[in-house]
DNA sequence: AGAATAAGGTCAACCTGGTTGTCTAGTAGG
DNA sequence: CCTACTAGACAACCAGGTTGACCTTATTCT
């Protein structure tokens, strides 16, 4: 019997790789998963360099690289924070909006594939269970994302 | 709403890390998951590193250094084919099988640990949920457990 | 049998996505 | 105002992979 996280592990690449696949026959830059992270959290809250790293788990320089990308890419560009010299605010461009829309609609469809596969109702219940137990295990305070591997 | 990947990827996480806490508390060598796979996959079949790197879905040579770094950690050791001269057989000593028995009663006991947070029902309907998943996406031949992120 | 082709294993160079460590400029609290 | 801290940039490094070349042994085709 297959350990359950071999089985998540299994299942997110599965999915990941159909949602890469897809998304590169739009013929959109290579962007990794944590790319897309950073537009979900930007688009929650204004968020600097050093938040964007916090919230991915990982250390300020690697998060500044992701930025750079991004930015050179024309998904986010920086701006002057209001009060602190020191700062940038990191922001979504119409670009990086319409990438994220078009992602949610593209892992809503996946999600639909796979209710239809195994059944809304287990979906359902995969998606509650596991919730719950992040919750049991980190309670309020989730983590970062970070690597998996 | 979480996507679903997204909860996979950091259910995984959590299991994984109080996994690799709850070991290192052990002071057995810092093995990565890719380890484990090859354990759990030299136990099933006899099979050599070209084998390994298929099942795991990296290079040969990839799979070369982790069966290297398992040998000089004294978890395997290679014999020769008996009819092919140019491969070897990667075998594992009884460190190895101990290491395997000892990471599946962990595992076993995670499991545990989680059936009673989130309720037994919910995590079998989990598993089987996963599992039809990927049959369904993947047919008969599953591939590798190449790196998640 | 002999030649061409394929396969196991090793070596070496390189790429990527992270790390730590150091620095400057700006902030905040006593 | 002085001290301690923080945002961000720059550089060196590391781990875990990749590609490519090679040698040796197997296999296949004529």
Redesign the pocket.
């Known amino acids: 019997m297959e350990p359950v996280p071999m089985l998540l592990a299994m299942t997110y690449r599965a999915m990941g790789d159909q949602f890469h696949d897809r998304l590169r026959q739009i013929g959109l830059e290579p962007l990794?998963p944590?790319h897309g992270y950073v537009f979900r959290f930007l688009k929650a809250k204004r968020a600097?360099?050093?938040?964007i790293g916090q919230h991915l788990?990982?250390?300020?320089?690697?998060a500044?690289?992701?930025v750079n990308e991004l930015d050179e890419w024309g998904y986010v560009l920086r701006e002057p924070?209001p009060?602190?010299?020191?700062?940038?605010y990191v922001t979504l461009t119409t670009k990086g909006r319409d990438y994220l829309k078009f992602a949610d609609n593209l892992w809503s469809d996946l999600e639909a594939e796979m209710a239809e596969a195994i059944g809304q109702d287990t979906l359902d219940t995969i998606r509650t269970g596991l919730a719950a137990y992040l919750q049991h295990v980190h309670g309020e305070d989730q983590p970062g994302l970070?690597?998996v591997?």
């Open positions: 990794r944590a600097t360099t050093v938040d788990g990982v250390t300020k320089q690697a500044a690289k992701i924070h009060t602190d010299k020191r700062a940038q970070r690597p591997w």
